[in-house]
């Protein structure tokens, strides 16, 4: 998955666990909070290893 020019490899990214996944890439993002880049970044791997978010589910 590519994200604001920045290539993530999704089969190394399912096999993170998400906190070490947004503590290994919180170098990315420079220009935002920290907080803009936890909630970036959880999206990202929510995204990548098929997680649904509540209002995904409704129409």
């Given at each position: ?15 993170m ?43």
């Amino acid at each position: 998955m590519k994200v604001e020019g920045i290539n993530f490899v999704d089969e190394e990214v399912r096999k993170m666990k998400k906190k070490e996944f947004i503590a290994k890439h919180k170098v990315f993002f420079s220009d935002r909070t920290d907080s803009e880049k936890e909630n970036i970044l959880s999206d990202i791997y929510d995204k990548i290893v098929g997680i649904r978010t509540p209002s995904e589910g409704i129409i």
